[in-house]
């Protein structure tokens, strides 16, 4: 997702996608004051700036430095805390790329968003450190240009540019103005099939000046075993119980004289007992009980 909407915006979108995207990355993500700290020297206090946040997802960005925020961000829904994200400011440590990790039971997953601006400072420093990065899956985001030497940095992390299902424009300017380009790039691995292809949604541009992108990544062979499907899991078993018994159950009323078990072969083991009263015809009658 590109071009951070507005804060309301933003909070609206983190409740509408919550069910349907595992990870959002954000380039430009609305920066506001949430409040204000108490300060003893200041009535007013200071301002405390941050992103929009919900219960739902992780909210993952690189702190502020020299009064600097960030032009990205990452949302992980919590569904995959099990696989510990993490951005990995040891790899690279700039505020404008992200390199968030998924650590499954085979392998990493690196993914990467990137906001590069008119000058390209982080294509250059990804050009000037590319033998220390590692593979990616994905590298996504605001790009701000077209050259050779962004599709010769994608082939050397292993990556391709992937044109979407739907090609269009990806910035429209507010300005009508100004002509609008197609600067959201993402690209993935070679082996991605036709089927995941990215996909410009439009319907989810909201005021923003940037069209959403949308990847359908594979991240791990083994399903990904979350409380939700747990639950869901215990639920469906709990059901094929319950109809099973209640398709083949039968309703017994046990009484005092009952003897719905007690048959002719009970009745002359019991009484060639009575007249013997010898332990082998009591063993008889106990096993034809049974």
């Not at 204000?36 to 200071?46: A, D, Y």
């Not at 590692?134 to 540019?161: K, Q, T």
């Not at 410009?200 to 923003?208: C, E, N, Q, T």
């Amino acid at each position: 997702m590109s071009r951070g909407p507005t804060r309301s915006a933003g909070d609206y979108v983190l409740e509408a996608l919550k069910d349907t995207f595992d990870i959002l990355f954000i380039q430009e993500p609305p920066w506001r004051t949430i409040r204000q700290t108490v300060l003893t020297t200041s009535e007013e206090g200071n301002d405390v700036v941050g992103v929009p946040k919900h219960p739902e997802w992780l909210y993952m960005v690189r702190p502020p430095t020299n009064g600097q925020n960030p032009h990205i961000m990452a949302y992980v829904h919590q569904w995959l805390v099990l696989l510990h994200p993490s951005i990995q400011r040891d790899i690279i440590d700039h505020h404008d790329l992200l390199v968030l990790s998924l650590f499954t039971h085979h392998r990493t997953v690196n993914l990467l968003n990137v906001y590069s601006d008119n000058a390209h400072m982080v294509i250059n420093l990804m050009a000037w450190e590319v033998n220390m990065l590692p593979a990616f899956i994905y590298m996504g985001g605001d790009f701000n240009c077209h050259s050779e030497c962004l599709m010769e940095l994608a082939l050397d992390v292993r990556l391709e540019w992937v044109c979407p299902s739907n090609p269009g424009l990806t910035h429209i300017p507010h300005n009508l103005d100004l002509a609008g380009s197609v600067i959201d790039l993402v690209f993935t691995a070679p082996s991605a099939s036709a089927s995941d292809l990215p996909r410009l949604d439009l319907d989810w541009r909201g005021p923003s000046d940037h069209v959403p992108i949308s990847t359908l990544l594979s991240i791990s062979e083994i399903e990904i075993q979350v409380s939700c499907m747990i639950e869901a899991a215990a639920i469906a078993v709990a059901e094929v119980f319950s109809s099973t018994w209640n398709a083949h159950a039968k309703e017994i009323v046990v009484m005092g004289w009952s003897r719905s078990w007690w048959d002719d072969d009970c009745s002359l083991a019991i009484t060639r007992y009575w007249e013997s009263w010898d332990p082998a015809d009591w063993k008889f009658f106990h096993k034809t009980s049974r």
